[in-house]
Structures are given as structure tokens and as C-alpha cells.
């Protein structure tokens, strides 16, 4: 942590081009959880707030300090009891909820160690960052959540809480989350309230991808879409700090395989990939199998293919003619900012839905890991790429997430938001 000096004692840079001057500088406070795909959809929110003058700090493990530290943000270490090193999730729903509550139970005392002297103006929040929103709320703080996926709508309560209210365990860990909430000094002490219904919420995906995006609250919500970079710099899609890609000379069409970061020891699949993609006249393709897939589990590597364990996504996609991917929330977000046809292949979570809702779109086929087969990979490539009705729609599509003003748009409402 640097010195806390207020934020009135703080110099203000220059705004850049773009950039609205800050009246005001103020000291943000932003808590995330150790998973990527929960971090990098907010980071460049936390870098333009930063640009703009602002003191943020950042509570979060240590694990993503070299993602966190080159925003500008300081760091707030607190060491989390998530399994994001080795990605070991609980296939049992409830279990996973304790997981993320017990998180927020024991990183509250080092958050409030720091808070409760250096209290922040504005508190922002992951979904999982429980601690931070129990935390603004027993200091009279605003505080506005960064969801990275879909938000709550009118009716899920009585069809997607009563699901969920009816798993084993769920009652005792509504019953715990209440308990804590009452015993920290929380306002919000119902439990499925505090986790459905956040008073502030910015969502950073395409209003596109949220189911009955017309029953979600307005007043509450505000869709943003994906929020990339925003400097000159960056380039149309942003992220320029994770590298580039240079299309190779001579490519024809570039297709992109990646399943993001945890789920990727696949090689089955990944050989069904090379098998159905390589040597495919005219293609070029970019596979990404992650950190625990050996190389050598492929086998051959044909000549139009180039391997890695990590690409940088945004980048190759502004310059990929299709995309296969495990439709994470990221993953979809990026294939329709940048108005790739994709063929999903989901692995967990909310993937499944997701993909379903590419396809639904009209910009995707879905083909489950079992029956993702050379031949069935091959013929939703040729037959997504050739069909101008899916170019058609991706056009339509790409130009609404562009609108909705990502990480410029995002900044603005959390200034204004701002006591």
C-alpha cells in the first residue's frame, strides 16, 4: 500500500483525449476474487479510473498481482481459499457457494484492517466479492458490483432461486450467509437478496447474451458490454499489454481454437481439432491447449497450424475469420465484439447456456466434446463461414456490443456515482 493521503492532496494528471476531467480525484476501492475470468473483465475499468486521476486500491490474493499491478491499482493482499491454482471446483453447486463464502469470511477482517482507516468513496465489486458490499454497507458507503456474467432478472427468483433453494445444503448455507451478514454489520442480512439484487450493478456483457435482458431492473442495471482498452494505443479492441499477433503472411482465413484457462487439458479433442483443421486449404489456425496439456499428447503438428500454451484472445480474434470456443462469458463477449462466427464447445458452468444462446443469436453452432468429431468440427466451420445470413447478423450484433459503450461508458457512471 502507498501512503494514504487524501484524495484532495493528490495531484490530478491531465485528462487524455477522450477523457472527461476529474473534478475531483477519489480512492476507489475495487475487490475481486482469484479467478481470471472474474478479473479481466473489469480491468480496464480499474486502469481508465485510474488514468482519470483516481486512487484505487485493489483487494485481492497475490496470485493476480502481475495483472492487477500494471493498472495502476495497489494491491490489497488478502490470501484466498478459492482453488484457483490448480482449478479443482466442486461439481456440487452448494458446495461451490461455500466455497466463495467462506472466502469472503475470512478476507473481511484484513479488508477491514485497511478500510476502516483509509475508508474508500466508492466501493466496486466482483460478483464473488461478498466482503466488499457487507463491508460498504456497515460503513455507509456506496458501492456499485461488476458482474462478468448475467445479472438477476424479474421472475428468476421464483424459477432459478427456487431451483437452487431445493439442492441439498442449500438451506444451511443461506441460513450461514445470513448469519455472517447480521454478525459484520451488514444492512442487506437475507442472504438470496444480497447475492440477486445489488442496489448498483454495471454488467459487462453484451446485453445480447443475458436471458430475459428486458425483465432485468434498469434502475439497478446497466449494461456496459465488454470493456477492453481505451487509449490510441490499444487498438479497436484494447488489451495491447498482452501482446500482439501478426497475421502470417499468405493466410487465407484464420481460425482460432482456444477453451480459455480452466478447462484445457482436452488433447482428445485438440487432436480432433488438428485432424479436422489441418491442412484445410486456405486456413490458417491458432491453437491455444493451455498450461497442462503437453505438446507432445498431439502428435504431428501439420504446417498450418501454430500451437501455444497462451495467446493474446482479442488480438488474433480481431483478425480471425472463426472461432472455436468453450463459449465462456469472455470468450462469447470477444467472438461478438469482434464479429467472429463461432462453434462452441462448452465445458461447465454457465458455458452450456451460453452456447445455446450463440446459437439461438444465429452466429454459432454448438457441438458437445463427445460429438466434437474431425468431421463434425470440419462441416460447422466450412458451413458457419459461408453463410451470409450468420455474417448478416454478426455485422448487426457487433455493432450493438460496440455501442454500449464498454469501459469509457463504465468509468463515466462510476464517477457520476461518486459522493
Known sequence: MQSQSSPSQQSVPSAAPGRRRVPRPAHIAMAGVPVISHTLPGLEIIRELVARGHRVTYANDPYLAHVIEPTGAELVPYTSVL?????????DPVAAMD????????????????????RPDLYLYDIGGYAARALAEAQG??????????????????????????LPGAAEHFAKFGRWLAGCGATTTDAQEFLGK????????????????????ARRVTFVGPCFGTSAGDGPGGRAQQGGWERPAGAGKVLLVSLGSAYTHLPGFYRECLAAFGGLPDWHVVLQVGKHTDRAELGEIPPNVEVHSWVPQLAILEQADAFVTHAGMGG????????????????????????????ELGVARRLDTADATATALRTALLELTSDAEVARRLAR???????EGGTVHAADLIEGMLP
Open 83 to 91: 482453488p484457483y491454482r490448480d482449478n479443482k471446483w466442486p461439481e
Open 99 to 118: 466455497l466463495f463464502l467462506d472466502d469472503a469470511v475470512q478476507s473481511l477482517p484484513r479488508m477491514r484492517a485497511v478500510y476502516d482507516e483509509d
Open 141 to 166: 458507503r456506496p458501492a456499485v458490483q461488476l458482474s462478468p456474467t448475467y445479472v438477476s432478472w424479474e421472475g428468476a427468483d421464483e424459477t432459478v432461486g427456487e431451483q437452487l433453494r431445493q
Open 198 to 217: 445489488p442496489p448498483r450493478a454495471l454488467a459487462l456483457i453484451p446485453r445480447a447474451m443475458q436471458p430475459f435482458a428486458d425483465r432485468v431492473d
Open 332 to 359: 462469447s463477449s470477444e467472438g461478438l465484439f469482434t464479429g467472429t462466427p463461432m462453434i462452441a464447445v462448452p465445458q461447465g458452468a454457465e458455458q452450456p447456456a451460453n452456447a445455446d444462446r450463440l446459437v
Open 397 to 403: 450484433l457487433r455493432a450493438e456490443v460496440r455501442a
